[in-house]
Protein backbone atom coordinates (compact mmCIF):
# COMPACT_ATOMS: atom_id res chain seq x y z
CA UNK A 1 0.00 0.00 0.00
CA UNK A 2 2.85 2.38 0.67
CA UNK A 3 4.37 2.27 -2.66
CA UNK A 4 1.54 3.17 -4.30
CA UNK A 5 0.40 5.49 -1.88
CA UNK A 6 4.46 6.85 -2.75
CA UNK A 7 2.97 6.50 -6.41
CA UNK A 8 0.44 8.77 -6.27
CA UNK A 9 1.64 11.50 -4.42
CA UNK A 10 4.86 11.51 -5.94
CA UNK A 11 3.42 11.69 -9.62
CA UNK A 12 1.10 14.63 -8.37
CA UNK A 13 4.05 16.63 -7.02
CA UNK A 14 5.29 16.03 -10.41
CA UNK A 15 2.35 17.67 -12.06
CA UNK A 16 2.35 20.35 -9.46
CA UNK A 17 5.93 21.11 -10.56
CA UNK A 18 5.37 20.90 -14.47
CA UNK A 19 2.02 22.91 -14.08
CA UNK A 20 4.28 25.56 -12.24
CA UNK A 21 6.34 25.90 -15.57
CA UNK A 22 3.34 26.63 -18.23
CA UNK A 23 2.89 30.03 -18.02
CA UNK A 24 -0.73 29.55 -19.37
CA UNK A 25 -1.96 27.82 -16.23
CA UNK A 26 -2.71 30.58 -13.17
CA UNK A 27 -2.55 28.81 -10.02
CA UNK A 28 -0.71 30.92 -8.51
CA UNK A 29 3.11 31.92 -9.22
CA UNK A 30 6.15 30.24 -8.22
CA UNK A 31 10.45 30.48 -9.15
CA UNK A 32 11.16 28.12 -11.25
CA UNK A 33 14.07 26.58 -8.92
CA UNK A 34 10.66 26.21 -6.73
CA UNK A 35 9.42 23.90 -9.60
CA UNK A 36 12.30 22.29 -10.68
CA UNK A 37 12.61 20.91 -7.00
CA UNK A 38 9.46 20.08 -6.52
CA UNK A 39 10.04 17.77 -10.04
CA UNK A 40 13.25 16.32 -8.65
CA UNK A 41 11.28 15.49 -5.34
CA UNK A 42 8.14 13.71 -7.34
CA UNK A 43 11.05 11.91 -9.81
CA UNK A 44 12.94 10.63 -6.50
CA UNK A 45 9.96 9.43 -4.75
CA UNK A 46 8.52 7.88 -8.24
CA UNK A 47 11.72 5.69 -8.34
CA UNK A 48 11.82 4.78 -5.12
CA UNK A 49 8.09 3.77 -5.52
CA UNK A 50 8.68 1.63 -8.74
CA UNK A 51 12.13 -0.45 -6.97
CA UNK A 52 11.56 -4.18 -5.44
CA UNK A 53 13.33 -3.56 -2.24
CA UNK A 54 13.53 0.32 -1.70
CA UNK A 55 13.31 2.65 1.63
CA UNK A 56 9.83 3.62 0.79
CA UNK A 57 9.07 4.72 4.96
CA UNK A 58 11.80 6.83 4.24
CA UNK A 59 10.72 8.73 1.01
CA UNK A 60 7.43 8.92 2.52
CA UNK A 61 8.38 10.34 5.41
CA UNK A 62 11.08 13.08 3.71
CA UNK A 63 8.16 14.00 0.58
CA UNK A 64 5.96 14.18 3.38
CA UNK A 65 7.84 16.97 5.57
CA UNK A 66 9.03 18.63 2.84
CA UNK A 67 5.31 19.21 1.65
CA UNK A 68 3.82 19.81 4.86
CA UNK A 69 6.74 22.44 5.31
CA UNK A 70 5.83 23.96 2.13
CA UNK A 71 2.88 23.65 2.60
CA UNK A 72 2.53 25.60 6.23
CA UNK A 73 5.32 28.56 5.33
CA UNK A 74 2.79 29.59 2.63
CA UNK A 75 0.04 29.35 4.54
CA UNK A 76 1.62 31.52 6.95
CA UNK A 77 3.78 34.06 4.92
CA UNK A 78 6.91 32.90 6.63
CA UNK A 79 8.70 33.48 3.26
CA UNK A 80 7.03 34.88 0.19
CA UNK A 81 8.05 33.48 -2.97
CA UNK A 82 5.37 33.64 -5.06
CA UNK A 83 1.59 34.13 -5.20
CA UNK A 84 -0.25 30.43 -4.85
CA UNK A 85 -4.33 30.44 -3.67
CA UNK A 86 -4.52 29.00 -0.02
CA UNK A 87 -6.17 25.94 -1.51
CA UNK A 88 -2.86 24.84 -3.05
CA UNK A 89 -0.98 25.30 0.09
CA UNK A 90 -3.38 23.31 2.11
CA UNK A 91 -3.41 20.29 -0.65
CA UNK A 92 0.31 20.59 0.47
CA UNK A 93 -0.53 19.97 3.85
CA UNK A 94 -2.61 17.40 3.92
CA UNK A 95 -1.07 15.23 1.48
CA UNK A 96 2.48 15.63 3.09
CA UNK A 97 0.77 14.51 6.78
CA UNK A 98 -0.09 11.84 5.22
CA UNK A 99 2.48 10.91 3.88
CA UNK A 100 4.07 11.54 7.17
CA UNK A 101 1.59 9.64 9.02
CA UNK A 102 2.20 6.25 6.25
CA UNK A 103 5.73 6.73 6.78
CA UNK A 104 5.88 6.48 10.45
CA UNK A 105 3.50 3.74 10.77
CA UNK A 106 3.92 -0.26 10.25
CA UNK A 107 1.49 -0.90 7.39
CA UNK A 108 2.16 -3.61 4.94
CA UNK A 109 5.05 -2.09 2.68
CA UNK A 110 3.63 -3.23 -1.14
Known amino acids: MKKRVLLVISII ?12 IKLGD ?5 AAVKIVVGLVGLWV ?15 GI ?3 VMGLVDVLGLL ?5 PVWHS ?4 VIGAVA ?5 TNLKDS
Open 13 to 24: VILMGVMALIPG
Open 30 to 34: EPAWH
Open 49 to 63: SLQKTGKTKTALLVI
Open 66 to 68: LLA
Open 80 to 84: TLGTE
Open 90 to 93: VVKI
Open 100 to 104: IYLGA
